[in-house]
């Protein structure tokens, strides 16, 4: 990439970086387009983005190795570190024929868990020896955050070894108290089930994944949590009803018995997250959290996945957060408006109901 080109591309990301950003998105023929506070706004100030200039800054941001993997398979997302500064997730497609990039700014300082505004009970998880944790949301909600958080946590606070599969690398961490192994799919390992299927003859006490993409990694991941590991799992799923629901769906109906109770025996928890508008600015995270209670265990082994709503709205006490109370009480606190919360409640009819309470 040419001088004057780096030039560009470091101001509009120097630029961006400082700001309320999460993404920025390079298509020929538009002005850069970011996403700032959930929303899509156009950078009306900066140049129309030629094919040219996205070409030059594919060059400069692909290894050959990603270039050759871009041009074979028509797409790669790939973990970047701009000039030595800036830490990103780039993913590079085709549209129409043309390339296009859409990237997204990780931030320099990984906020502790307590700064996320996640529950108290999801904080205590990183405590816990072994079992299944399953950290959903959809893309943007801040998964991959709240899973380096929690590893981070491990890792300033125990002497573990920590392993990671990820695709790609998002936060690149340091060990502090313990070791860190973070392992990249297409760098580090050829696939996911060949990057999985090392990890139950490896010295690891705490394990990280940054998908459950296949079977192979579903089962892996349980056998690893029910063998004694802790696991750390991101999906994409709205609610923990869903998230069980989906996860069970991988599999072929004659198997979904045998798989609700490994998930059963495995899990320690199911927290889904989402980003909703703050009133005056920003976003605020709302989060359910479905701890694995003797009675949640029961309902997901029996696949009575629709009481698990109950369970979530009437089992307080034991750590359970409802996704609608949730929004309720960020509504009554005045945090979030009534019609914001509404817009993206579970059930708006439990939402009414709990803000009329």
Not at 75 to 93: E, M, P, W, Y
Not at 138 to 145: D, I, L, P, V
Not at 301 to 316: I, P, V, W
Not at 333 to 357: K, N, W, Y
């Amino acid at each position: 990439m040419s001088t004057t080109e780096t030039a560009i591309l470091q101001k509009i990301l120097t630029n961006l970086a400082g700001q309320q950003v999460s993404d920025l998105h390079l298509r020929a023929g538009s002005q850069p387009v970011v996403r700032r506070d959930g929303e899509l706004e156009v950078l009306v100030q900066e140049d129309i983005i030629t094919p040219d200039f996205l070409e030059a800054v594919l060059g400069t941001l692909l290894t050959p190795q990603q270039r050759a993997t871009f041009e074979s398979e028509r797409q790669v997302t790939i973990g970047h570190t701009f000039l030595n500064r800036l830490r990103l997730r780039i993913s590079a497609f085709y549209q129409r024929g043309l390339p296009e990039l859409a990237i997204r700014f990780i931030p320099s300082t990984l906020k502790a868990l307590k700064e996320l505004g996640l529950p108290a009970t999801f904080e205590r998880l990183v405590e816990a020896g072994r079992g299944l944790v399953i950290i959903a949301g959809s893309y943007g909600s801040g998964r991959t955050t709240t899973l380096a958080a929690c590893l981070q946590a491990i890792n300033r606070s125990k002497v573990k070894h920590i392993t990671t599969i990820e695709e790609p690398i998002e936060y690149v961490l340091t060990g502090e108290q313990s070791i860190i192994d973070q392992r990249e799919v297409g760098v580090d390992a050829v696939s996911w089930e060949e990057a999985v299927s090392t990890l139950p003859n490896e010295d690891v006490d705490v394990v990280g994944l940054s998908r459950l993409p296949s079977r192979a990694v579903i089962d892996e991941a349980l056998a690893l949590a029910v063998g004694g590991k802790l696991v750390f799992a991101v999906r994409e799923a709205d609610s923990c009803v869903a998230a069980v629901e989906q996860l069970v769906a991988e599999f072929p109906a004659e198997q979904q018995a045998t798989v609700r109770s490994r998930l059963a025996e495995a899990l320690l928890a199911i927290s889904v997250q989402k980003l909703v508008p703050r009133v005056g600015g920003g976003r605020v995270l709302v989060c359910e959290l479905l701890v694995a209670t003797p009675a949640a265990r029961a309902t997901i082994h029996d696949g009575k996945d629709y009481q698990l709503t109950n369970l979530l709205l009437t089992s307080r006490e034991e750590g359970m957060v409802a996704f609608d109370r949730s929004l309720a009480e960020l509504v009554k606190t005045g945090e979030v408006m009534q019609e914001v919360a509404l817009a993206h409640a579970l059930d708006p009819e439990v939402f009414q109901s709990i803000l009329r309470r």
